[in-house]
């Protein structure tokens, strides 16, 4: 435990207002766990799945109602409307305040309080930050213990500090009517009432190591983005990494884990993941931009993952994980979910909890936002460098997304600012992983949209800012499209593990090996510069999805307009530039 006194008399204020009938203090022990496991199985959180084919999995079902994000109910809670900025919901943090806790009091009657002490990132490390979640869900701190770094090690590293980040989570009645995400960035504190779901109540996640921390990363001079950072071995040995950013649901968790295809494998390339949804970035004494992990495990899209799309992602998930809102096989007590085979049960129960038979029913067995929550330690492909406490030196940076059209494959950008104009005018058609319509092209800057807690603008300015330290030793900044569709709907670009051919191309961009076309938004590559060895993809179609079709880009300009007026004056007058040189390029 601990006798830091700002955290304990957080706690002692939070259990004034909640009023639980017990604390419990989390300290992430096996023995503390498993109780808590079977605890869970005895209420009805979770199911226990086959101990010998999943070895200490759970299934867990949320409400109906309670599948995923909430963008329209969550909220940045700054001190000025103009400080959260156009793409933010703004509250003012008094009346948030007295809001949530009407809603919070007395919410943890005959229930218990646990408390979660956690690091995002390897205790200990300079890049790493200390949070304490308040929850009344069995299957939050289950899901914390997977995902955070939860033990009594935490207390002992943040001391007396008062440098930690408050997390209040209050299940209520889930009721979706009062379901707000808040955070307090001028805090240092975020409070969820009413859900039980993923990314709303896991509050190491999305709420702190991003919605927080960029604002954190803003005032200390780092970054924290929606990244995976992954590790590409050559067959001298040499690794070298690169962090991209896609929106939800758009293949960080497949691009972290992919297997390169076997020609190369066989000349001895290899991919290790560091992290498949966040990175925190500090310019190192070294001027490089060096990346950790913040996370500690995997909450991963469970639709689409099989052993050929992402096999590293599945046997992640084979022992130690929980399972959210997917099919429950009752023939041998197992999980599925659409895409993992082409074997649906017959004898199953779907994600809302109905018998269901997989062979006949028009249903799906799968939410299509299911997820598991797998320990990194389980990828086989986890990097030797996950646990470094400097973490790793990152030489590109990717932004991508979903665009049917307009997007080619791969482009570089000019430089660094030509980068950040790229990232910030990204766009990508949304996904299952946010409540609302699915397939809609949003602008997505950095596929921060859903996750920058301040003035977007002001998050453009603080990436021109890093661009301006870094000088000559900054990552080159990359954009790719594997979701390009022919006029049948089909995507065009194989993808998965064929995206190996596309990062050898951009690692030899960055060492200078390789010549590139320079077009109106960028460099693309000489289709023969893109390795085809044992696809059966011509280089006619190759061609097409490289290239870039003026007239659609004249459009995209325009629109890129539109979504800069939103920032008023604090659109930073390089971005100005870079977009008018984009008109110009294409006249
Ligand atoms: P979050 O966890 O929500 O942040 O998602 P993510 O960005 O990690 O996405 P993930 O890797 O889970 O992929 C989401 C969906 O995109 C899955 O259905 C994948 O099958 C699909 N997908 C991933 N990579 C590719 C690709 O290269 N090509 C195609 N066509 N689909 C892909
Ligand atoms: C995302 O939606 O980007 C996720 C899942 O990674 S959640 O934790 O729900 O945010
Ligand atoms: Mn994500």
């Not at 604002?215 to 690794?239: C, D």
Request: glycine content about 8%; overall charge negative; aromatic content about 10%.
């Amino acid at each position: 435990m601990t006798t830091n006194k700002t955290v304990l008399a957080w706690i002692d204020e939070m259990k004034a207002l909640v009023n639980p009938d017990n604390v419990v203090f989390i300290d992430g022990s096996e023995e503390q766990t498993e109780k808590l496991r079977a605890e869970a199985v005895a209420i009805g959180e979770l199911e226990k799945l086959n101990e010998e084919l999943l070895p200490d999995c759970y299934l867990h079902r949320t409400k109906v109602n309670d599948v995923a994000r909430v963008e329209g109910r969550t909220f940045i809670c700054a001190k000025t409307k103009e400080n959260a900025g156009p793409t933010n919901n703004w509250m003012d943090p008094k009346e948030a305040y007295k809001m949530l806790y009407d809603i919070a009091k007395d919410s943890y009657k005959g229930r218990t309080m646990y408390v979660i002490p956690f690091s995002m990132g390897p205790i200990g490390s300079p890049l790493a930050k200390i949070g304490v979640e308040l929850t009344d869900s069995i299957y939050v701190v289950l899901n914390m213990v997977i995902m955070t770094r939860v033990s009594n090690e935490v207390w002992t590293a943040l001391g007396d500090s008062n440098d930690w980040v408050r997390g209040l989570h209050c299940r209520c009645d889930i009721d979706e009517e009062k379901r707000y995400i808040c955070q307090f960035p001028e805090d240092n504190t975020i409070i969820s009432v009413n859900s039980g779901y993923g990314g709303n109540v896991l509050l190491g996640k999305k709420c702190f190591a991003l919605r927080i921390a960029s604002y954190q990363g803003w005032k200390e001079g780092w970054m924290a983005e929606h990244m995976l950072i992954l590790g590409i071995e050559n067959p001298q040995g040499e690794v070298k990494y690169v962090a991209a950013a896609f929106p939800s649901a758009c293949g960080k968790t497949n691009l972290a884990m992919m297997i390169p295809p076997k020609y190369l494998r066989d000349k001895g390339y290899k991919v290790w993941t560091v992290g498949d949804d966040i990175a925190w970035m500090r310019i190192g004494e070294d001027g490089r931009l060096w990346a950790i992990n913040p996370e500690n495990g995997f909450f991963g899209v469970a639709p689409g993952t099989n052993e050929k799309s992402n096999f590293n992602a599945l046997a992640s998930t084979k022992k130690g994980t929980i399972f959210t809102n997917v099919a429950h096989n009752l023939d041998n007590n197992t999980v599925w979910w659409e895409g993992l085979d082409k074997n649906p049960p017959e004898n199953a129960i779907e994600w809302k909890g109905n018998p269901w038979n997989g062979k006949t029913s028009e249903e799906k067995g799968a939410h299509p936002n299911s997820r598991f929550t797998a320990p990194a330690v389980n990828c086989p492909c986890i990097s030797s460098e996950f646990e470094s406490q400097s973490g790793v030196p990152i030489s590109a940076i990717i932004f991508g997304g979903r665009r049917a059209k307009t997007a080619p494959l791969v482009y570089q950008s000019k430089d660094w600012e030509n980068g950040v104009f790229v990232g910030s005018a990204m766009a990508s058609e949304t996904t299952a992983a946010a409540a609302g319509a699915v397939g809609v092209v949003r602008r997505d800057p950095m596929a921060m949209l859903p996750f920058c807690g301040y003035h977007m603008g002001d998050y453009f300015r603080h990436w021109l800012e890093m661009g301006k330290k870094l000088g000559d030793k900054a990552p080159k900044i990359f954009n790719v499209n594997w979701f390009r569709l022919d006029d049948e709907g089909h995507f065009i670009w194989p993808g998965f593990g064929d995206n190996m051919r596309v990062l050898n191309w951009i690692i030899d961009r960055c060492e200078g090996k390789v010549d590139a076309v320079e077009t109106p938004i960028g460099f693309v590559p000489k289709a023969e510069d893109i390795d085809l060895t044992d696809l059966d993809f011509d280089i006619e179609t190759l061609k097409s999805i490289l290239e870039v079709d003026k007239d659609t880009w004249v459009k995209e300009a325009a629109e890129i307009e539109e979504h800069y007026k939103k920032f008023g004056d604090r659109l930073p007058e390089e971005l100005k530039n870079q977009l008018n040189n984009l008109k110009a390029n294409l006249k």
